[in-house]
């Protein structure tokens, strides 16, 4: 191993880089892909990478700066504004129309987190061609990204890692002699390799970090450079992450169930207990704040609106913070929901409602509730007789159902 990167992560000196050495996403990679063939033909536009983390998003974006012998510059949108990338505009044009005559890629991770402003900054250069915007992030670019910019851009989908790809990159760190651990007799059972590609969850950096962690615990133990790697060694290393991620999920969804049921029967110290257990366990915080705001629908409902207020609130606060800023957030909506009053009528009435619209859709809406925008439309009744109820005082008698359904009671 090289003592100059010896202080780096495995994960980052294990980065690919090269289309031969980067394992997964082939639907956009491959010989003959897409991307791959715009990067080969120096035909490059301005690209978003929409996908999961640990996917090879930066990666990539590095590979095309190297195939394609432009200037690579990182961004993180977290960290850097306008000014940064106002001095960035500049270099790339000073590189692009001087001596050098280099094109420059400019990679902004989460570029998402970016306002609508920050973004518009983006629009002359990336449609002038000055630079070579490659935008990541982890959320559906429709909603996050401006539609100008997005107009102006590929998007390419990225997704988690199959389990067969993540093998293959831990068995690469595991050869590589001068950025790897190729320099050790390492041992390590295929289904050790197997149990660690599914604990990681399509996640390369977290497989590489389970096996650097896994190495450093047993080699200084090991005898000269002989180091064994079993099971136990990978759910120690990838503790936090096994109780999310095992094999079938199961105890993943037993732990969001734990938290549902301590909720509805109003046990605000279990509730918490088991919304840390998913959160420290490194659950996704939007996935529980989806959980918690369906609950507040669904088990609390009209006893207490509020609850759906504070669960989306709760929601949005983990969409723009992210973890671990917003645990406070989801804590104070678990412990909201489980002091609240719980009531399931809104939902048994909607599962009602719902079964009668599947075995009645041939019914039509009565003619007096009917939409009348055209005259032709009036002439032959629609809308006629209705009767707008702040016209009149007190009760209105006036049927909403189809014939077939009147008197029906859902409540």
Request: aromatic share 8%.
């Amino acid at each position: 191993m090289n003592q100059d990167n010896k202080s780096q992560p495995l994960a980052d000196r294990m980065r690919p880089r090269s289309f031969e050495e980067f394992f997964g996403q082939e639907e956009i990679v491959g010989k003959g892909k897409l991307l791959r063939k715009l990067v080969e033909s120096d035909e490059l536009s301005s690209f978003i990478f929409w996908g999961p983390p640990g996917v090879g998003k930066t990666t990539l974006a590095q590979i095309i700066a190297n195939q394609t012998n432009s200037h690579f510059v990182l961004l993180s949108a977290v960290e850097s504004g306008k000014d940064e990338l106002r001095k960035i505009i500049k270099e790339a044009k000073d590189r692009l129309h001087g001596l050098e005559r280099q094109k420059t890629i400019l990679f902004i991770d989460e570029i998402h987190r970016w306002n609508k402003a920050q973004q518009d900054a983006l629009l002359p250069v990336v449609e002038k061609g000055d630079l070579i915007l490659i935008g990541a992030t982890t959320e559906n670019p429709s909603f996050e990204i401006i539609g100008p910019l997005l107009s102006r851009s590929r998007v390419f989908i990225l997704k988690k890692l199959e389990d067969n790809d993540i093998i293959k990159i831990i068995e690469q760190a595991l050869v590589d002699k001068d950025r790897g651990l190729g320099n050790y007799q390492i041992k390590i059972e295929i289904k050790t390799k197997k149990l660690l590609a599914e604990l990681s969850g399509g996640d390369a950096r977290v497989a590489l970090n389970g096996l650097e962690l896994s190495f450093k615990s047993k080699v200084q133990k090991s005898v000269k450079s002989k180091v064994m790697i079993d099971v136990s060694d990978i759910k120690e290393a990838l503790q936090k992450t096994y109780l999310i991620f095992d094999k079938r999920g199961e105890e993943f969804y037993n732990l969001i169930s734990a938290l549902h049921k301590s909720m509805r029967g109003s046990d605000a110290n279990a509730s918490l207990y088991w919304l840390a257990r998913m959160i420290e366990g490194g659950a996704d915080p939007l996935y529980v704040a989806r959980r918690v705001l369906r609950f507040a629908a669904e088990d609390i409902g009209i006893a207490d609106s509020r609850a759906l207020l504070v669960a989306n609130a709760a929601y949005d606060a983990c969409h723009k913070l992210g973890y671990p800023e917003c645990n406070v957030h989801l804590a104070e909506a678990v412990v909201y929901c489980a002091m609240a009053k719980k009531s399931n009528l809104l939902y048994a009435a909607y599962e009602k409602a719902a079964e009668d619209a599947k075995n009645t859709s041939h019914l039509g809406v009565p003619i007096h509730l009917r939409n009348a925008p055209t005259k032709f439309m009036k002439e032959i009744g629609y809308g006629k007789d209705y009767k707008y109820n702040p016209d009149f005082l007190g009760t209105v008698e006036q049927e909403y159902f189809p014939k077939e359904l009147r008197g029906k009671k859902y409540f």
